[in-house]
C-alpha cells in the first residue's frame, strides 16, 4: 500500500500551512547561488498544491517571503521578487485549470508594484474558484499582522463601532488577515529547523507541528501525504483528557 492510500480521507486537515524552508542550503550542496535554491523551490511549490488539491485539502498557506526576509541581500531580494512575478503570472492558468483559488496575507503594499500588480490579479482571476484555497503568505510577520489588528481594533473603538467588553477571541480572528479562514490544523516545517519563525502564531494554537529535514526544494507529494498521516496518527485533546474523546 502507498502512503497515499494510507490517508483517512474522512479526517484531512482542512487547512494546512508550510514554512518552505532550506532553499539556501539546498543551493549551496550544489555549489550554486540561493537564488538556484528558489528557483527549484517553485516545483515543489508546484507539486505540494497539486498533491493537497488531489487530495481534497481546502486551504493550502505556504510561508514565502517573511517581513524579517527583507533583511536579505539587496540582489536576493530582487531575484525572489522576480520568481513570484513570474510564478504567479504563469501559474494562474494553471490554478485554474485546478480550480483553485489564490488569496494572499501579509504586507501586499509594501511588495514591488509589480508584483502587487501581478498578484492582485492572480487573486482577482482566480477568485471564484473553490476546490482548494491557495495562500500566499507575502511580507508577512505574525506580530506584524496582530500589531494590524490592534491598531485596526482600537481604531473602531474610538470611532464606538465595537465596546471595549465586546471584544473576544472571535473579534480578534475577525481583524487578522486569515478572516475567514479554518485553523491550520498541520503545521510543516521542511529543513530540520523546529522553529515557528513569526508565523499564524495566534491561529496554530491548537495545530499539530511537523518537522521533516528534507530540504524545501526536495519536498514532494510522498512528503505531503507522510506528513498527513502522521497527523492523523496523533490524538487532538484540546486540553481535554482521552476519555471524552471516545
Ligand atoms: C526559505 O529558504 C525560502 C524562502 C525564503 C523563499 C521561498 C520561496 C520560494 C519557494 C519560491 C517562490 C514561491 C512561490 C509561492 C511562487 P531559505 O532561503 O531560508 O533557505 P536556507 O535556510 O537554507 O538559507
Known amino acids: 500500500m502507498g502512503i497515499k492510500e494510507k490517508i483517512d480521507l474522512e479526517r484531512l486537515p482542512k487547512h494546512i500551512a508550510i514554512i518552505m524552508d532550506g532553499n539556501g542550503r539546498w543551493a549551496k550542496q550544489k555549489g550554486k547561488m540561493r537564488i538556484f535554491g528558489h528557483q527549484n523551490g517553485v516545483r515543489a511549490v508546484r507539486e505540494t498544491t497539486e498533491a493537497a488539491a488531489e487530495i481534497g485539502v481546502k486551504y493550502l498557506t505556504l510561508y514565502a517571503f517573511s517581513t524579517e526576509n527583507w533583511n536579505r541581500p539587496r ?15 504563469k501559474e494562474k492558468k494553471t490554478l485554474n485549470e485546478n480550480n483553485i483559488r489564490l488569496q494572499a496575507i501579509g504586507d501586499l503594499q509594501s511588495l514591488p508594484k509589480k508584483c502587487y500588480n501581478e498578484l492582485l490579479n492572480a487573486i482577482d482571476e482566480t477568485s471564484t474558484n473553490n476546490r482548494m484555497t491557495l495562500v500566499l503568505a507575502l511580507s508577512y ?13 482600537a481604531l473602531d473603538v474610538a470611532q464606538k463601532k465595537i465596546l471595549p467588553e465586546q471584544i473576544n477571541e472571535e473579534t480578534i480572528n475577525n481583524y487578522l488577515t486569515t478572516y475567514g479562514m479554518p485553523e491550520p490544523e498541520l503545521l510543516i516545517r521542511t529543513s530540520g529547523e523546529h522553529r515557528i519563525s513569526n508565523f499564524l502564531l495566534w491561529q496554530i494554537a491548537y495545530a499539530e507541528l511537523y518537522f521533516t529535514s528534507k530540504l524545501w526544494p526536495d519536498f514532494g507529494k510522498e ?16 486540553g481535554m483528557v482521552s476519555e471524552q474523546l471516545k
Do not use: C, P
Open 223 to 238: 512528503d505531503l501525504y507522510e506528513a498527513i498521516v502522521d497527523y492523523q496518527q496523533r490524538e487532538r485533546r484540546f
Open 75 to 89: 540582489l536576493e531580494i530582487n531575484a525572489l521578487m522576480e520568481l513570484l512575478v513570474g510564478t504567479i503570472s
Open 141 to 153: 510577520s505574525s506580530r506584524w499582522e496582530l500589531a494590524e489588528a490592534t491598531r485596526k481594533i
